[in-house]
């Protein structure tokens, strides 16, 4: 028998080891492999499930979507988010506010973005904790048409810009008032889009969009601090001016009426109007100038010059100045100088008028039996008689003679109003109206306004005669010479008379179509408490005068003045109404 030998007996070779000895060595592995995969897949796969519905707590406008799913999500955006995003929001410019309508300008909420930006795969931790914890920010996707946009903002931005405004300060009745500056501002319509496209949030408070401000020289507490300071002195009580022993008072309303704003060297500053004050201390006062003008008066039945003089009055320079810092102290007190000065109007200004001859004479019969309006003749005649008409100033005959009332010596007596006769006070003016259009008429002055009477009285030529109603009807012309005129008025025998004198200046000539279109008088009835009835007769008619115009030396001849006129017929009338 073999004895195995000491190698072979005890221990198996390694190509007899048992095959199940080289597996349980690798299990181990296997095992820790499979629960990291196992892991894995089941945080990506939850991270998935997270990411695919919306954080919790996540809201869009006001509006929670939380935890919804992306088509639960889309719904409620396009159910109230939507039509939030289409209301008008508000812009700040400058401080101040306007609407924008965010449809017209091309902003609108991207539902599908929004929500896809929403629930986007996530596999980051921290972020996913966010997304179940309800710290997850959510912001909605908007869309922008820039060339909608852009339009709005040039919209917007003609309400909103403005050119910089000094402010003022102004005086009217004794007071003044402070008008603040105004700001200039001019939106930067690029850079505005800029913001609203990044910075616009549905239902968010105003967005302040970037302009470009003017500020005014001088800024709004400069000027209040002024006119808290200076201006309310200003006006604070009356200035007394004084020379030797005569005072005259200046009163606050008369400083408000001679003061301006007048602004300097981007400093705010009054001054005082010199000729304003002067007249305010010199009318009626102790200041009152002792220099006489020249006087132009009939004397004699032709005009005659006072010659003027000269005397002490108020110095007029600087007067504005004086009282100004008179203003600035307690004592409020000023004192002025008076020196000689020559009268306003000299014997050599009354001179050069040139009124020293007949140029136009007119005259008118009237109703001698008619007592009352004659009376009202001579008062009209007697007020107008010695007026002078400087060259260039208008002749108002309503200005001169008025007021028409019994108390300044007119009388009630017959006129015709509205195609009616009746009474009224200052009957019989109209012709002195008729008088003093037709010394204007033939002395070559401008027509500024006159009306014809509604039908024509005999006595007056026709087409050629002015009416006048206190109030509503003026007979004005207009002195186009570069000579002065002084109107001569009398009554006397059956007629009134006016009279021009002054430099002759215009060769005039006169031309008349005759009547024509004559219409036939009626019947008419008036129901007027004071009506006359009248027997009527005489027809209507139109007719035109024609006036030529050139100057006496022939150096400038001015265009034809056609003037045309229709006349009522007289009417009879009852008085009383129609049966």
């Not at 008025?489 to 005039?508: E, F, M, P």
């Not at 008349?512 to 007769?537: F, I, W």
Request: aromatic share 8%.
């Amino acid at each position: 028998m073999q004895t195995p030998s000491p190698d072979s007996s005890s221990s198996p070779s390694p190509s007899n080891r048992p095959k199940d000895q080289g597996r349980n060595k690798a299990k181990p592995w296997i095992i820790t492999g499979s629960c990291v995969v196992a892991a894995a897949a089941l945080y990506f796969g939850g991270a998935a499930l997270i990411s695919a519905q919306v954080p919790a707590n996540a809201s869009i406008a006001g509006v929670n979507i939380g935890s919804m799913s992306q088509d639960d999500a889309r719904a409620a955006l396009n159910k109230s988010v939507v039509p939030l995003a289409a209301k008008p929001f508000e812009v700040q410019i400058n401080s101040q506010s306007y609407k924008m309508d965010p449809v017209k300008a091309g902003l609108s909420l991207n539902v599908d973005d929004t929500v896809a930006d929403l629930t986007g795969y996530e596999a980051n931790p921290v972020e996913l904790i966010d997304r179940l914890t309800g710290k997850y920010t959510a912001t909605a996707s908007i869309d922008v048409d820039q060339d909608k946009l852009n339009s709005q903002l040039a919209a917007i931005a003609k309400k909103a810009d403005s050119k910089v405004t000094e402010g003022d300060i102004t005086f009217a009745e004794g007071k003044a008032k402070l008008v603040k500056p105004v700001d200039g501002v001019s939106l930067k319509q690029d850079e505005a889009a800029k913001v609203l496209t990044s910075d616009w949030r549905i239902g968010a408070p105003a967005i302040e969009l970037p302009s470009q401000i003017a500020k005014p020289e001088i800024s709004e507490d400069t000027l209040q601090s002024f006119y808290d300071d200076k201006v309310k002195a200003l006006l604070k009580d009356k200035v007394s001016l004084t020379s030797d022993k005569k005072k005259v008072d200046i009163s606050a309303a008369a400083i408000a009426e001679a003061a301006s704003y007048t602004p300097k060297d981007g400093a705010p500053a009054i001054t005082l109007d010199d000729k304003k004050l002067f007249k305010a201390a010199t009318t009626n006062s102790e200041f009152s100038s002792t220099a006489k003008n020249a006087r132009i008066t009939l004397s004699g039945g032709k005009p005659t010059i006072t010659k003027s003089t000269t005397g002490l009055a108020l110095e007029t320079k600087g007067l504005g100045a004086k009282v100004l810092a008179a203003t600035e102290t307690k004592e409020r007190t000023a004192k002025v100088v008076l020196k000689t000065s020559e009268a306003d109007f000299t014997t050599a200004d009354a001179k050069k008028l040139g009124i020293k001859e007949e140029i136009v004479e007119f005259s008118t019969p009237y109703p001698t039996y008619d007592k009352v309006r004659t009376k009202n003749l001579h008062a009209g005649s007697d007020r107008i008689s010695g007026t002078v008409i400087k060259p260039g100033e208008n002749f108002s005959l309503l200005q001169t003679l008025g007021p028409i009332t019994v108390a300044n010596g007119y009388f009630s007596s017959g006129v015709v109003e509205s195609g009616f006769s009746t009474e009224a006070v200052g009957g019989g003016l109209s012709q002195i109206s008729t008088q003093l259009y037709n010394v204007g008429f033939l002395a070559g002055y401008d027509d500024v306004t006159h009306k014809p009477h509604s039908r024509w009285f005999e006595r007056y030529p026709a087409g050629r005669e002015a009416t006048l109603w206190e109030g509503q009807v003026d007979m004005v012309w207009k002195n186009n010479t570069p000579y002065g005129v002084m109107i001569q008025a009398w009554v006397s025998g059956d007629r009134v008379h006016t009279r021009l004198w002054s430099t002759k200046y215009w060769k005039v000539s006169q031309k008349s179509s005759g009547k024509y279109n004559m219409t036939n008088p009626e019947t008419r009835y008036n129901p007027a408490d004071k009506c006359v009835s009248e027997s009527g007769g005489q027809k209507g008619f139109s007719i035109d005068i024609t006036r030529n115009r050139s100057t006496i030396d022939g150096s400038k001849t001015l265009p034809p003045d056609v003037k045309s006129w229709t006349y009522q017929p007289w009417h009879k009338v009852v008085c009383g109404e129609k049966p």
